[in-house]
């Protein structure tokens, strides 16, 4: 995929996050990442959706150095970057601070998996890091952001989770690439406002999915023995 | 009705769920039977609904061979084929993950009968299925989800009753055919929202509509002695 | 104003409340009186609105004989009648199941005055029926339940307070005519969400609005002294 | 700015509060003020906004006189009077009846710091007036609830807490103009909805969000070191 091509790609997918209307404003920003050539395209910072064009998007190496276009990259582009450095397998990554999941986030705590709908997406609950430290928040915030999420995910693998909460903040997701990265946004705040319903109307008290269930409904759709697709 | 006449019921049906916003990506599928040929016309599998078109639809046998069409039917046919199976008078169903009956179904709870919107549709609590077993999960898993659905409605007219819940999955509706199912759909979301908010105002404990209640909006509109509608 | 002009003003304001979400298919109606005449338009029983245009609005007289039109009217029609009859100054009525409202009827709960939102449209609590007994509802249903509404404005200025409950069904709403019942159909909605959230928010216990403040908002827009308009 | 210029821009706000869905009818009031004339422009009283345009606006002088325009001004002039002598650097006002903020208002309660989203925008609690007294609402009332509202921002910078809850009433915000304070009326809708439905997920018993993130996240975007745009 040639750089003006993820270009066009990142900036559909920032679009993507408006008309799903997960956010306002500049409530938001998704990029993607070329492998071969270690650089990142991500939306510049500061600027809203529709003053922006494909060509606007920012271009950074691995160490956030702007290599190519004129506006600064997206404040929060260490977070990504430590991302990508960590888990090797993501492609893209999304981040908002649509409604329903920043209100998870706000309580610190994850989303238990309550049903299918969440098995056939995310393979099990949905972490929530810990809150950051003054000391950690005073220092590099956004690159420490991005340290205690990779810690969640020490030793899985991150296409079968491509979500985490932060605490006091906002999700992020991610996937193979930025197209796949908006898609499991869209997904994550359906479930957390599916799963936030179902604590009400269960007194606070919702049964978890069983464990046989979340297996069965993920390896439907992933791996060697899925059929949910027309082909693998 | 020609097999092409219920291809495009199919399709429109299925794209119904998606203008209300019922269905986002592959959630969910639509079908209908010719019981003439015992031929079942379904939505393929894992592909999102802009992508198809009426001819586009899945033909199988009752047993669930491919009998027309190029597409893999929804990997929910056994589901659907259980239901046409064991419920003679139902002609088209609906399956949907729509958010607010789908918190009803992770909460492993039946809509009980808050009110006439609820009597003028449905006769009765909305029942919600068991929550399957290991061994029929990894055993016959559609199927099985489709039998302990019948089990729900032995000896019941499953006409007055188009909407089952599955604990932990989504709601399932029927009805005379595909556009009826899809309507059940619809009505079902609403009384699943007036459902919870009415707990919510009510502190856990709403009252149930009287059963001389139901049974008056029910037979106003259903029956001998209907006059809901214009003519019988 | 003409027979004619009044079934364009019905049609239209049927039309509104799909417009507005408070109707899907066929959960609604709303009529207008023509005092002169003593005739009532009202939309015609189960028809979608779609299906319908101005000139196929029924007409009765106020025993609720078909004076004009080939369609037969509302299944609700005695219920608006006995309000006609009842509440002199009442022009147009108006009934949904809108989903925030039919909550707080599913409850059994009237509408406290939380907020000058309310105070500035309604004066008062909004009043909620109680549950009819077997006998009326075995009787003549729509007509007894007209009479229970009224039987709750009996000494009070109707338009005053446009609006009341159904316990287990669904709110009526009235104004001057049929544009009016409907805009408080519609102020309704949203004040019961308001009120519900509220409800949440204060765990339950939210303060009444005083009542020199309730005072204060009705006049200020209705009545001798009120200075909300352009001109009285 | 020419007067012509700051209707135009007043006008425009007035309809964004429409089409970002926290207006319907009459709810609400968008005004702007001429500092070097002393003159404000401010939506005319109680007309819907579809029956305006820009010239439509009123302009009055500090004590409330009709200085340009036929058109009466809105009824809550005088706070927006009150605020804009007292809180020197507001350029702009809007009110709404938007249906989470003032669901806060009816509780009395100030909105807490739950999260990043809301100390990106406001700098601390958005705090809540106290009801008014009978007297207060039988005298000058418009004029002291402005006061109560200023006496919560003695000493304080109205540029870092662009928004105030009027207990039982409905929120203000305001800003550097007209654009801003609607912007604020938009964010401050949103973490209205959040806060709640974190209160909700948390069982009542929200984190805050520590000081430090506060600070972190307030001055990344304002003042000397903000660093959040692509220039300061």
Known sequence: MTLKAIKKEVYEANL???????????????SAIDRVNNLVVIKPRGIEYEDLCAEDMSVVDM???????????????DIHLEIYKNLESVG???HTHSTWATAWCQCGR?????????????????????????????????????RIICDLFKGRDPLAMGAVLT?????????KDAKAAVEHSVILEELAKMA??????????CPLLPDFMTEKHYTRKYGANS??????
Request: aromatic letters at 12%.
């Open 227 to 232: 059929y949910f697709y027309q082909s693998k």
């Open 63 to 77: 160490e956030g150095n702007l290599v190519e276009g004129r506006l600064l990259p997206s404040v929060d582009l």
């Open 196 to 205: 936030k319903l179902s604590l009400d109307i269960a007194g606070g008290n």
């Open 167 to 175: 605490a006091g903040h906002g999700p992020f997701t991610w996937g």
């Open 110 to 146: 994850g989303i238990p998996v309550y049903g299918t709908t969440h098995a056939d997406h995310f393979y099990g609950e949905i972490p929530c890091t810990r809150q950051l430290t003054k000391e950690e928040v005073k220092g590099e915030y956004e690159r420490n952001l991005g």
């Open 16 to 30: 993507e996050l408006v008309n799903r209307k997960l956010v306002i404003y500049t409530w938001g920003n998704v």
């Open 92 to 94: 893209g990554i999304a």
